[in-house]
């Protein structure tokens, strides 16, 4: 029973996601190709162009708010590797004492 939940958020946020990706695309691809009737000019063009091409990285990037907001395990993994590039190395701290050398510290930084 709790596997099968599992798989349903799993698949319920990756079916958002993909809805919004698809959304964008259409969005884009209509806009474009109406884009030709509307406007003879070709500067007018070229920004319903570039405007329209907003949805498609709105809806590219709104993947892994979907991932947060729906899924648990997808939140729990978000906020573990948030939580990890949030922490400072080891060896960048200089009162500590067994710190391995720097990377450029070899042979060949004499040359």
Do not use: H
């Amino acid at each position: 029973m709790l596997e099968s939940s599992r798989f349903k958020l799993a698949f319920k946020s990756i079916l958002v996601a993909c809805v919004l990706v698809l959304f964008g695309w259409s969005i884009t691809t209509v806009s474009n190709t109406f884009g030709y009737l509307i406007s003879p000019n070709e500067q007018i063009f070229e920004l319903i162009q570039m405007y329209s091409g907003i949805t498609v990285n709105i809806a590219c990037s709104a993947n892994i708010f979907v991932f947060f907001a729906i899924n648990p395990e997808y939140r729990e993994t978000i906020r573990s590797l948030l939580s990890k590039s949030a922490k400072i190395p080891k060896y960048l701290d200089s009162s500590n004492s067994g710190a391995p050398p720097a990377p450029n510290s070899g042979l060949l930084t004499n040359l």
